[in-house]
């Protein structure tokens, strides 16, 4: 299996969303939009039949968080540690594609990677009775914002929005793909606790990335030396990654990975908008131990 046909996956969604509306883009799953050129009700409905691996990594992150970030490490722990290089040909997200895919998965060696934006409610039972290890990446909502912002309205296959101020009013009601980003916060902040639960933040990784990488090792037990912890973090800089993301991710590479900068938040937000953001994240998140990862007052405030 080659990974061209990944990239060719990839650019399959792309040529379908060509053309498109916003409002066409989206289609509603039980009370959750999603992007209908690579998701469908069949998907949903055969992934409720997923079975998991305990030795499963499971990867989440709400859109626009740096989970193909996460994935490019993980992969490389993997090739790095066990000698063993995943050759996907599948979408990494399990809600996208088509509903045989599961049954392909079942011939993937393991440890198998599963990538997911989905809400923890909709996430396949399976992974908890299963007890996979699940790592959730979040990153601050204003910066989460403004990516998915960019990301519509740069990528010229992709439907825009009229404009950042209806982009955020969608956003902020959580009428965007993959739904709520509060909704999500609020349902991983109860489950932060679990025993297979791990939450690391974008923004600890920009600060110390050999750290967050021999975390994520240390967690899925992949033992690597410190040279190996220090090479995998050396080609996950963000611009060795955007450098080889033609190769990796084909025509949607340089928008999936366009900046990876904190703090880009300040180049679209009104001083009215940041205040709204402030509040809706204090009414869902105040006092809660995922305000206190994210850094709200560190990274959210001008």
Not at 30 to 36: I, L, N, S
Not at 170 to 178: I, K, N
Not at 198 to 220: Q, S, W
Not at 297 to 302: L, M, P, S, T
């Given at each position: 299996?080659?990974?061209t046909?990944?990239?060719?996956?990839i650019?399959?969604a792309?040529?379908?969303s060509?053309?498109l509306n916003?409002?066409e883009?989206l289609?509603s799953?039980?009370?959750?939009?999603?992007?209908?050129?690579v998701c469908?009700?069949e998907?949903?409905?055969?992934?409720?039949n997923?079975?998991?691996?305990?030795?499963?990594?499971?990867?989440?992150?709400?859109?626009?968080c740096?989970?193909?970030?996460?994935?490019?490490?993980?992969?490389d722990?993997?090739?790095?540690?066990?000698?063993?290089?995943?050759?996907?040909t599948e979408?990494?997200?399990?809600?996208?594609?088509d509903?045989?895919?599961?049954?392909r998965?079942k011939q993937?060696?393991?440890?198998?990677?599963?990538?997911?934006?989905?809400?923890?409610?909709n996430?396949?039972?399976?992974?908890?009775?299963?007890?996979?290890?699940i790592?959730v990446?979040?990153?601050?909502?204003k910066?989460t914002?403004?990516?998915?912002?960019?990301?519509?309205?740069?990528?010229?296959?992709?439907?825009?929005y009229?404009?950042?101020?209806e982009?955020?009013s969608?956003?902020?009601?959580?009428?965007?793909?993959?739904?709520?980003?509060?909704?999500h916060?609020?349902?991983?902040n109860?489950?932060?606790?679990?025993e297979?639960?791990?939450?690391?933040?974008y923004e600890?990784?920009?600060e110390?990335?050999?750290?967050?990488?021999?975390?994520i090792?240390?967690?899925?037990?992949?033992?690597?030396?410190?040279?190996?912890i220090?090479?995998?973090a050396?080609?996950?800089i963000f611009?060795a990654v955007?450098?080889?993301?033609?190769?990796t991710?084909?025509?949607?590479?340089p928008?999936?990975?366009?900046k990876?900068?904190v703090?880009d938040?300040?180049?679209?937000f009104s001083?009215a908008q940041?205040?709204?953001?402030?509040a809706?994240f204090?009414?869902?998140?105040?006092?809660?131990?995922?305000?206190a990862?994210?850094k709200y007052?560190?990274?959210?405030k001008?």
């Amino acid at each position: 299996m080659t990974e061209t046909s990944f990239v060719e996956e990839i650019e399959k969604a792309l040529e379908k969303s060509k053309g498109l509306n916003i409002k066409e883009l989206l289609f509603s799953y039980q009370g959750t939009f999603y992007p209908a050129t690579v998701c469908s009700a069949e998907t949903f409905q055969a992934l409720e039949n997923f079975e998991a691996r305990k030795d499963d990594v499971v990867l989440v992150s709400y859109p626009k968080c740096g989970i193909n970030w996460i994935i490019q490490i993980a992969n490389d722990l993997i090739a790095t540690t066990l000698k063993t290089k995943q050759e996907s040909t599948e979408l990494p997200f399990i809600e996208c594609g088509d509903p045989e895919k599961y049954q392909r998965m079942k011939q993937f060696p393991s440890p198998r990677i599963v990538a997911t934006h989905l809400h923890y409610d909709n996430l396949p039972k399976s992974i908890f009775r299963n007890k996979a290890k699940i790592l959730v990446l979040f990153r601050n909502p204003k910066d989460t914002a403004a990516s998915f912002f960019q990301f519509h309205n740069n990528a010229p296959s992709i439907p825009s929005y009229n404009s950042w101020e209806e982009f955020f009013s969608e956003f902020m009601s959580g009428q965007v793909a993959w739904g709520s980003y509060f909704d999500h916060a609020v349902a991983w902040n109860k489950h932060i606790d679990d025993e297979n639960v791990l939450i690391m933040t974008y923004e600890e990784l920009k600060e110390d990335l050999p750290a967050g990488v021999k975390k994520i090792a240390d967690y899925f037990g992949f033992v690597a030396t410190a040279e190996q912890i220090q090479s995998i973090a050396n080609r996950a800089i963000f611009q060795a990654v955007r450098g080889k993301s033609q190769e990796t991710h084909g025509a949607a590479g340089p928008l999936l990975f366009r900046k990876g900068v904190v703090g880009d938040w300040k180049s679209l937000f009104s001083e009215a908008q940041s205040q709204k953001i402030d509040a809706k994240f204090k009414e869902s998140l105040a006092g809660s131990k995922l305000e206190a990862k994210l850094k709200y007052d560190v990274y959210c405030k001008a």
